[in-house]
């Protein structure tokens, strides 16, 4: 089951970062397109059709896909100036709320989300675009990511009970750099900092 989860937060990793490369993609072509028209007069004026809702839809898909990901890995802005001082046992109990408000919140945004969905796939709703593109589409790419952020903050939580400790790791555990502010504070130079 491990090893499912994990595939499942870097498959979703992956897919948010494919998206980032196609919406670079696609800027970069209209980018060169426009540069053709500039160049060779309004007879070479080309456009992607709908390039800029097909950017955002990308935008939004690689999003919500990243979430999960980012939070498995430590990578979610996270600030430790008061869960850094606690001890060891309250710090665990701050992370069982965090991760319990985390799960609510990402089901709670889930349901809501899938219910958009059913709504548009009900209605036909489309992008106003030149290409107009069904609505649920990207809906169901935001919702299949905050269903697996869910997911991950489900497991997170099952982790931290069965360990009895925190689990969410921070960048800095997993080769990332993270800035802890507690340790942002005890390095102040005026001396306002943490106090050995």
């Known amino acids: 089951m491990r090893r499912l989860l994990d595939r499942l937060y870097l498959v979703s990793g992956w897919l948010a970062a494919a998206a980032i490369l196609a919406i670079c993609l696609i800027v ?16 070479w004026s080309f456009t992607i059709p709908s390039y800029a809702d097909f950017a955002g839809f990308l935008l939004a898909g690689a999003t919500f896909l990243a979430l ?8 979610h802005i996270r600030v430790n100036l008061v869960t850094g001082r606690l001890p060891r ?6 992370e069982l709320l965090a991760l319990t408000l985390g799960l609510v919140f990402s089901v709670f945004a889930s349901w809501h989300m899938a219910g958009l969905v059913a709504e548009s796939w009900r209605y036909g709703d489309r ?7 069904p609505l649920w589409i990207p809906q169901t790419v935001v919702t299949l990511g905050l269903a697996i952020l869910a997911i991950a903050f489900a497991d997170l939580l099952v982790q931290a009970l069965l360990r ?5 790791r921070d960048q800095d555990e997993t080769g990332g750099g ?6 942002d504070m005890a390095a102040a130079p005026t001396g306002e900092g943490r106090r050995n």
């Open 28 to 43: 970069t072509a209209q980018v060169l397109l426009n540069l053709l028209a500039r160049l060779f007069g309004p007879d």
């Open 68 to 75: 999960a990901h980012t939070l498995v890995e430590g990578g």
């Open 89 to 94: 046992p309250l710090a665990w109990a701050a």
């Open 127 to 133: 992008s106003p675009g030149i290409i107009a593109v």
């Open 164 to 168: 009895r400790s925190p689990v969410i």
């Open 178 to 183: 993270t800035i802890d502010m507690a340790d």
